[in-house]
């Protein structure tokens, strides 16, 4: 008898133990089972902030790249014409200021001499007008694309600079401004440039196609093309062999003591000079009270 209750007793205890023990394991597995919840969750939660952040970091950045486009946009703009009712009024009356202004133009270029015009214009930060030739535009594009990126005004002198082959009629005179625009569109990778000005070769006025330039001035104008000529000039294309002396002597004479003045240059390869005499014209001009423009300043 005693040994069955002691018997009991020791079974009642076991079944207690393990009553124990599976309850201490189900505790135990409670508890690892919250903390892996628990740490699944907080993991959960850094994640969720690390891809806010990352996410914060990326509509930035989206940002910052949408303003920088738009920047360079606006900045790629500015470089395009718009002829206006404004620029129109303003090319009539070129010649006509309150204050001293010069704008420097090269034509013919560009060269192996624009480059070292182009040195001289970035030293002295002034901002020139380029009219240049459509053929010359295919041999040297990089020059062209220097002149443009430099914030200089790329207008239009014509493709050819043959005087029988551009006034043969209006109509070339057009095709010949085309034809060089085009030219300087491929040369900077801008398509829709269009400079809106043009210099007639020898000038608009008088000569042996007088009459064939007025008809075709008329044209270029129902084209949205203006023209312009020149109120000073350094005689570069006056004589074979122009000295710097020479050069700054013309300019004097011509510049004389006019308010708005556009002075003609070359930058053709026959012009090393011209680049040579530059520093003095510019100096001469300061020491004037002359004032830079370009015809970005014009035609808006």
């Known amino acids: ?3 069955d209750k002691i018997y009991k007793i020791a079974i009642n205890e076991e079944h207690i133990n393990l009553k124990k023990i599976a309850m201490i394991i189900g505790i135990v597995i409670i508890v690892m089972g919250f903390i892996a919840i628990t740490v699944n969750c907080i993991q959960l939660i850094q994640q969720e902030k690390v891809y806010r952040q990352y996410e914060a970091q990326l509509i930035t950045l989206a940002k910052e790249e949408e303003e920088k486009q738009a920047e360079r946009e606006r900045k790629r703009q500015e470089r395009i014409p718009k002829l206006t009712e404004e620029g129109r009024k303003n090319i009539e009356n070129i010649y006509h200021s309150e204050t001293k202004r010069v ?5 013919d270029g560009p060269s192996t001499v624009t480059p070292k015009i182009l040195d001289i214009l970035s030293q002295e930060d002034i901002k020139a007008t380029f009219f240049v030739l459509g053929s010359r535009v295919e041999t040297s594009p990089e020059t062209v694309k220097r002149i443009y990126e430099e914030g200089h005004y790329l207008a239009n002198h014509g493709y050819s600079h043959i005087y029988s082959k551009i006034y ?3 109509q070339m005179v057009l095709e010949e401004f085309n034809r060089c625009n085009e030219a300087v569109r491929t040369a900077i990778g801008v398509p829709e440039y269009h400079s809106h000005l043009f210099r007639f070769p020898g000038g608009l006025p008088g000569g042996k196609y ?4 007025l008809q075709a001035k008329e044209l270029l104008a129902q084209n949205d093309i203006l023209h312009i000529d020149w109120n000073a ?3 570069d294309a006056e004589t074979t062999k122009p000295t710097i ?3 700054m ?3 004097k004479d011509t510049v004389s003591n006019k308010s708005s003045v556009v002075i003609l240059m070359h930058d053709a390869q026959a012009k090393a000079v011209t680049a040579e005499a530059l520093p003095q014209i510019i100096s001469w001009l300061r020491e004037n009270g002359y004032e830079f423009k370009n015809f970005y300043d014009i035609i808006k």
């Open 1 to 3: 008898m005693i040994k």
């Open 103 to 107: 704008f420097l133009t090269f034509d």
């Open 249 to 251: 002597q013309r300019i």
């Open 245 to 247: 002396e020479f050069e």
């Open 233 to 235: 000039l350094t005689g």
């Open 210 to 213: 007088a009459e064939i330039k």
């Open 168 to 170: 043969e009629s209006p």
